[in-house]
């Protein structure tokens, strides 16, 4: 196989010519999305830092730090009010890996590692923040100049057909671009013009009709003869890297292979996709709301930016209202959760994301909030468990138990809780970490200035 390839030295996570930074995900002010923030032997994180200012909010004085300790980086949170969290999880200290995203109040940040001089450029069509596609993008412009046929490579839905576009454009040919399936089972349309460009997809499955015809035109270009240029995209075989090339057709290959790397190696590339796709479904900026971003960002989203572009347009669909007047797409299933973060362990309170505190008032209801949080991790608490718990010596028919029960787990949503308690089979659990935490008395207890009583 000839051509580039996409690493060298400075793209090398251990490459000594490479930087740790944090990368700027979610969460914050819209013009520091993608900055990155240096870690070099020490980086404090809070509002005392002035690389921080008061927008970033949920942010604590000296929220956190991090360490670069024996070639790692390890975050440590300074007590702070609303905790640090590593891939959704509250840490106090935590080894970090590249690719974990680190939450500090609202703000989600990406460790990652590259060059100090590397700066993202915004591209008009692709977006990234990566130095990977900057690369795959430099390896393009210069396969541009060439004219020779190019083979994009990489899992599905990694962008290679956006790619094979992209080259057509920076060739600056005044044809037209034409794209063929190439595993479909005969040639059609009439052939392109020379001027054109042809893009042969899928050509790991190329059917014999296609094979044939994608041959004659790759002939045709190395005798000399007018023939469109030839694009083709491959997957990688078996699970690896390597392209699977048909063999009548790997000795017509003389140009580049540009490798198109998956998102799971670029994770800082997921929001700015995710962003892409939801400017061009609003038809202007909307961001991506905190927890839709970190489920996006953790993996639970596969098929590479296809996927991410098809879980945003299912997102946007169903929450439009709701983004088109906050300006920011959240995931509906925790969206209610956003005020929510603190839950006495006594049933005595909550907190919100501001830190103000709202005092849980009687009996009753601080019976079942407490039940409630005793019951975390083992499933729904049933309704003759929340009974037991609120009027232990009291004997009621069901329909009285059913209309308490009712009153009281509506008082405790109006509270505060919304649909951070939820409704599950014939009873009601909490919301998990990240999204509510429980606390004891002794870690933090609402001062009477600030606390609200409901």
């Avoid at 014999?208 to 240029?229: F, I, S, V």
């Avoid at 700015?272 to 900026?285: C, F, H, T, V, Y």
């Avoid at 299933?333 to 103000?356: Q, W, Y």
């Avoid at 409704?423 to 609402?446: K, M, S």
Wanted: hydrophobic share 40%; glycine share 8%.
């Amino acid at each position: 196989m000839t051509g580039s390839t996409t690493t060298d030295e400075s793209s090398d996570p251990e490459s000594s010519a490479a930087a740790y930074v944090l990368v700027v995900a979610f969460g914050a002010p819209a013009s520091d999305l993608g900055r990155r923030f240096l870690v070099a032997d020490e980086l404090l994180v809070g509002r005392e830092s002035p690389s921080f200012g008061s927008d970033y909010r949920g942010l604590s004085r000296r929220h956190a730090e991090l360490r670069r300790e024996s070639g790692t980086v390890v975050v440590r949170d300074l007590e702070s009010r609303f905790g640090t969290f590593v891939n959704g999880t509250k840490v106090r200290r935590q080894e970090l890996a590249l690719g974990d995203v680190v939450s500090f109040g609202r703000a989600g940040m990406i460790l990652a590692r590259t060059p100090l001089s590397f700066v993202p450029t915004p591209h008009l069509r692709i977006a990234h923040e990566s130095l990977a596609i900057a690369r795959v993008l430099d390896e393009l412009r210069a396969a541009a100049r060439t004219g020779l046929p190019v083979s994009f490579v990489g899992e599905p839905g990694v962008g290679k057909r956006l790619f094979a576009a992209e080259l057509h454009a920076a060739s600056a040919s005044a044809g037209a671009l034409a794209v063929v399936d190439g595993s479909r089972e005969q040639w059609s349309e009439p052939l392109p013009s020379p001027e054109d460009t042809i893009v042969f997809t899928h050509m790991s499955e190329a059917s014999p009709a296609m094979l044939k015809t994608c041959l004659r035109l790759l002939r045709d270009r190395e005798h000399g003869r007018p023939a469109p240029r030839v694009v083709l995209t491959f997957e990688p075989a078996d699970g690896g890297v390597e392209p699977s090339i048909p063999p009548s057709l790997a000795s017509h290959l003389s140009g580049s292979f540009i490798h198109v790397p998956p998102l799971r190696s670029r994770p800082e590339d997921t929001l700015p996709i995710a962003r892409r796709k939801l400017a061009e479904l609003a038809g202007r900026s909307v961001l991506v709301g905190p927890r839709l971003a970190l489920r996006l960002l953790r993996g639970r989203v596969h098929g590479n930016a296809r996927g991410i572009e098809s879980e945003i347009e299912r997102a946007w669909h169903r929450d439009e209202a709701r983004a088109s007047s906050a300006g920011e797409l959240e995931d509906r299933r925790v969206a209610d959760l956003r005020d929510v973060r603190k839950v006495a362990r006594d049933g005595s309170f909550i907190e919100d994301a501001s830190g103000v505190q709202t005092k849980i008032a009687g009996r009753v209801l601080q019976s079942i909030l407490r039940a409630l949080v005793a019951a975390r991790g083992g499933g729904a608490l049933s309704v003759e468990a929340i009974t037991r718990a609120a009027w232990p010596d009291e004997q009621m028919t069901a329909a009285s138990r059913a209309n308490r029960i009712h009153v009281a787990i509506a008082s405790l949503r109006k509270a505060g809780l919304g649909r951070a308690l939820l409704h599950e089979g014939d009873g009601y659990l909490l919301a998990p970490e990240p999204f509510v935490e429980v606390i004891d008395l002794d870690h933090e207890r609402p001062d009477a200035p600030d606390a609200r009583q409901r």
